[in-house]
C-alpha cells in the first residue's frame, strides 16, 4: 500500500498577452500558465449557489484549476477570457453547443485562436497606452482592465444601484477605471470629472473601439446564419448546460 496521492494531468496555456503586459517580475509575465483538468471538486464550484448568487462561481473556478503560483487578481480580463476556454476543453472537451436567436449552434473550441495586437504598442512589463481622442483632441492614457479592477468596478456600479435603482452607471464606470490621465493629469477626480462631464460620446466610442483592436485576448467570435459576426457567450452553460 502507498500514501502517494495521485497526480492530477495539467496543461500548459499560452496567454493571448504572451506575458507582455506584465512586470517582468511578475510570474504572468512568462506568457504561460499552468492548469489541471477538471474534477468532481470544481463541479461542485460550478453547482454552489452561493458563488452564483454573487457573481464569482467562474473566478472561483479559475482559482482551482491554476496550478501555477500567480496572483489572479493580476490577470487582464483577455488573458482570463483563454483561461475560461481552456479549462471548458479540459473539463467538457471542445465542442461546445448552444443557443443563439433560437437557432442552435456548435463550435469547436480548440479552433478559436488568439487575437494578433500590435506587440509595438507595449511597453514590456507596462500595462498603460497612449491615445488622443479623435473630436476633442485631449490626450489621455488608460490600461486593460484586470480581475481586480473588475472586482472594484462590479462593486462600485452595485453601491450605485443600491442608491439609485434605476442608475445605469457600467460605461462610464469602466472607463473611470480604464482611464488612468487626461492631458497628464493622473488624480482619481479629474479623471471622474472629465467622464461625467467632458467626454464626447464620439470620443467614448472611439476609445472603446481603438482598446477593443489593441487588447490582447482570445477570438470569441462566431458568425451566424446571417452572416454576422457575434461573440460566443460563456456563462454558468458555457461549462455546465445541465445547471
Known amino acids: 500500500m502507498t500514501d502517494e496521492k495521485p497526480s492530477f494531468p495539467t496543461e500548459i496555456v499560452e496567454l ?25 471538486k470544481e463541479e461542485d ?7 452564483i448568487q454573487d457573481g464569482t462561481v467562474l473566478d472561483k473556478l479559475l482559482q482551482s484549476l491554476i496550478i501555477s503560483k500567480i496572483n489572479y487578481n493580476d490577470l ?21 453547443t ?24 507595449i511597453t514590456p512589463g507596462e500595462n498603460e497606452f497612449n491615445y488622443t481622442l479623435p473630436s476633442s483632441g485631449t490626450k ?4 486593460i482592465l484586470t480581475s481586480a479592477d473588475d472586482k472594484k468596478i462590479d462593486a462600485e456600479i452595485k453601491g450605485i444601484k443600491k442608491v439609485n435603482k434605476n442608475a445605469s452607471p ?26 461625467d462631464n467632458y467626454l464626447l460620446a464620439r470620443d467614448s466610442r472611439a476609445l472603446r473601439e481603438y482598446i477593443k483592436q489593441i487588447q490582447p485576448d482570445i477570438n470569441l467570435n462566431f458568425t451566424d446564419d446571417s452572416g454576422e459576426e457575434v461573440a460566443i457567450p460563456i456563462n454558468l452553460s458555457f461549462f455546465w448546460p445541465d445547471t
Open 170 to 195: 457600467e460605461l462610464t464606470t469602466r472607463l473611470k477605471y480604464l482611464i488612468t490621465s487626461v492631458n497628464g493629469d493622473r488624480e482619481t477626480k479629474t479623471i471622474r470629472d472629465f467622464v
Open 16 to 40: 493571448p498577452s504572451k506575458g507582455l503586459i506584465y512586470p517582468k517580475d511578475n510570474p504572468l509575465s512568462s506568457g504561460k500558465i499552468e492548469m489541471k483538468y477538471m474534477t468532481a
Open 76 to 96: 487582464i480580463v483577455g488573458d482570463k477570457n483563454a483561461l475560461l476556454v481552456a479549462s471548458r476543453i479540459l473539463g467538457y472537451g471542445s465542442e461546445y
Open 98 to 121: 448552444f443557443n443563439y436567436r433560437g437557432k442552435e449552434y456548435t463550435i469547436d473550441l480548440s479552433t478559436l485562436d488568439n487575437k494578433s495586437f500590435d506587440e509595438s504598442l
Open 140 to 143: 489621455l492614457t488608460f490600461k
Open 45 to 51: 464550484i460550478l453547482t454552489n449557489q452561493s458563488y
